[in-house]
T-cell receptor, first 115, second 110 residues
Framework: EAGVAQSPRYKIIEKRQSVAFWCNPISGHATLYWYQQILGQGPKLLIQFQNNGVVDDSQLPKDRFSAERLKGVDSTLKIQPAKLEDSAVYLC?????????????FGPGTRLTVT | GENVEQHPSTLSVQEGDSAVIKCTYSDSASNYFPWYKQELGKRPQLIID?????GEKKDQRIAVTLNKTAKHFSLHITETQPEDSAVYFCAAYDFNKFYFGSGTKLNVKP
């Protein structure tokens, strides 16, 4: 089974620039999560999709962050404009939630550095 | 929402010793508790999990215990090896969301 794919793996931008991240979940997984992981901390949920609908985006800074999951498969996360404090690893994860399975699978992450 | 606290933040043990990491949670509705291992620069990987209807689960050298009354769960690693060195995260699943602890950096000294 192929894992969760993310791109790019690394990105360096200047503050006030824009950036977009892409995630391809495991085939058939209905639930997709975007997390922000700041160095030395645990992952923090930004947004959760169930198919192409948003389940939770309460911690997404909506003035600068946006995300979409068209067709309920791939997803993109955008930051516009970026701030220094956005420097972090952005992790995408997916889960099946079929039956009694809760397990989520993480992608390799995108390391964003804002200078 | 749920609040997960994890201790200690760093743990150093000698190879062959046991390591214990503890987490507490606040919402009694949480019903699934996974543990992840994250090596430097890599993705978190699930190493063991436990559901709220089970008190203990073991998989070779690792085990997880859950005390629902006290709202805490622990990861136990026996006979530690240098390759166990990593950051470990606990999480609690509550109303379709995962809440993560702040992580424990485990260093196993050869």
């Amino acid at each position: 089974e192929a894992g969760v794919a993310q791109s790019p793996r690394y990105k360096i931008i200047e503050k006030r620039q824009s950036v977009a991240f892409w995630c391809n979940p495991i085939s058939g997984h209905a639930t997709l999560y975007w997390y922000q992981q700041i160095l030395g901390q645990g992952p923090k949920l930004l947004i959760q999709f169930q198919n192409n609908g948003v389940v939770d985006d309460s911690q997404l800074p909506k003035d600068r962050f946006s995300a979409e999951r068209l067709k309920g498969v791939d997803s993109t996360l955008k930051i516009q404009p970026a701030k220094l404090e956005d420097s972090a690893v952005y992790l995408c994860a997916s889960s099946d939630r079929q039956g009694s399975s809760y397990e989520q699978y993480f992608g390799p992450g995108t390391r964003l550095t804002v200078t | 929402g749920e609040n997960v606290e994890q201790h200690p933040s760093t743990l150093s043990v000698q190879e062959g010793d046991s390591a214990v990491i503890k987490c507490t949670y606040s919402d009694s509705a949480s019903n699934y508790f996974p543990w992840y291992k994250q090596e430097l620069g890599k993705r978190p990987q699930l190493i063991i999990d436990i559901r709220s209807n089970v008190g203990e689960k073991k998989d070779q050298r690792i085990a997880v215990t859950l005390n629902k009354t006290a709202k805490h769960f622990s990861l136990h690693i026996t006979e530690t090896q240098p390759e166990d060195s990593a950051v470990y995260f606990c999480a609690a699943y509550d109303f379709n969301k995962f809440y993560f602890g702040s992580g424990t950096k485990l260093n196993v000294k050869p």
